[in-house]
């Protein structure tokens, strides 16, 4: 039986948003089918949500049914040089992260420390410290709502892009299961400033199980301690601009730094925030930019939807008044 009117501050980490009407638990493949059913008979919209790490709710009451995905097996298959990771969508991101590096498997030890589910993860190509989801994708299983049939999508088919893939478009496809293939030998991804810091000062970053470990203790300090405060992790995606357009921001901001990405320059928006707007602890409400890392808001004690939305709006609005970049959120509105 579905929960009826559950806070949807209760199932999400920014610790906002009004009663969701009905909530249903995935643990199988029936559940999740009669989920689906369940929201086609009462005609309201079906909602995937995992560890609620990503999702903005709304403060009023939403008709909605929410489907939680609790699904938790997670299977290892050897293949030669590689392990092909078979992971229900209900796995903890992190345990899956566990097990692989504990079997010294490479591939998402940079990955180590996101919050959420395993399911989740290719909703938005996961990434950080120099790795996606991408890298080591093989392919995916989901349950079309629409046709009420089960698909297998590979990489191409789920169009991965920065931060971005096809489910955010196409709200009828339940990820079920997915599968990464991961690698035996040594590929160590240490590029990234944070970890090339770490080796500089004498650390030894050659397996998989220390890169995970420095990784989640360089994010203790980026982000806050999700037991004590509400948020999202990064609020924006960093913008991607011009080769023009960057230039000109260069001239203003020398020291801005750019990267080059498929479609343009990519630029770092917690910096611009940092020395541009000078806007680290910027408050609205009891909502607030993270002291440590500009990008991540946070979310204080009773604090509404609406504080987060003051607060993500008027920063869109300072950084298009200095820079003419209009920002796009990272994190999923649900309303
Ligand atoms: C402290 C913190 C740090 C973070 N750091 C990072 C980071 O470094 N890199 C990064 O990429 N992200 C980061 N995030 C964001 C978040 O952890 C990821 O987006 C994560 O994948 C969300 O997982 P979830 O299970 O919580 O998804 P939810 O928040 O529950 O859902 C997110 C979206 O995915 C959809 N969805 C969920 N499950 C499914 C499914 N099975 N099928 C189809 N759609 C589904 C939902 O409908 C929703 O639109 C961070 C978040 C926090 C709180």
């Not at 096809?166 to 709200?171: D, I, Q, S, T």
Request: hydrophobic residues 40%; negative net charge; contains cysteine.
């Amino acid at each position: 039986m579905p929960r009826e009117n559950v806070p949807l501050a209760s199932l999400t980490t920014l610790r906002v948003g009004g009663p969701a009407r009905f909530v249903h638990t995935g643990d199988s493949m029936e559940s999740i089918k009669a989920a689906a059913a369940h929201s086609r008979s009462c005609g309201l919209s079906l909602y995937p949500l995992g560890q609620g790490s990503n999702v903005l709710a709304g403060d009023a009451p939403i008709d909605v049914v929410i489907l939680k995905m609790e699904t938790n097996e997670l299977t290892f298959k050897p293949d030669s040089d590689f392990v092909e990771v078979i992971a229900d969508a209900g796995v903890s991101w992190e345990r899956l992260v566990q097990e692989c590096t504990e079997q010294g498997l490479w591939g998402v030890e940079n990955l180590a420390g996101i919050p959420g589910t395993a399911g989740a993860a290719p909703v938005q190509n996961i990434g950080a410290y120099g790795a996606e989801l991408a890298d080591t994708f093989a392919w995916l299983e989901c349950y079309d709502t629409a046709t009420d049939m089960l698909m297998r999508l590979d990489a191409e088919g789920c169009a991965f892009g920065y931060r971005e893939s096809r489910f955010k478009h196409e709200p009828n496809l339940i990820i079920t299961r997915i599968a990464l293939r991961l690698a035996r030998t040594s590929t160590p991804k240490t590029s990234y400033a944070d970890l090339q810091k770490l080796m500089d000062a004498g650390e030894l970053l050659n397996t998989p199980q220390k890169i995970a470990d420095a990784v989640r203790r360089v994010r203790r300090v980026k982000f806050p301690d999700l037991t004590q405060e509400g948020t999202a992790g990064s609020f924006f995606k960093n913008p991607t601009i011009t080769a023009n357009a960057y230039e000109e921001l260069q001239a203003k901001y020398p020291a801005l730094q750019g990267f080059a990405a498929p479609s343009g320059i990519k630029i770092p928006l917690a910096w611009i925030l940092d020395h541009v707007l000078g806007l680290r602890g910027y408050r609205e409400g009891r909502a607030h930019l993270f002291q440590n890392q500009p990008l991540v808001l946070v979310t204080e004690n009773n604090a509404t939807a609406q504080d987060v939305e003051m607060l993500a709006n008027n920063v869109s609005e300072k950084v298009f008044a200095a820079t003419n970049i209009l920002i796009e959120r990272e994190v999923r509105s649900l309303k």
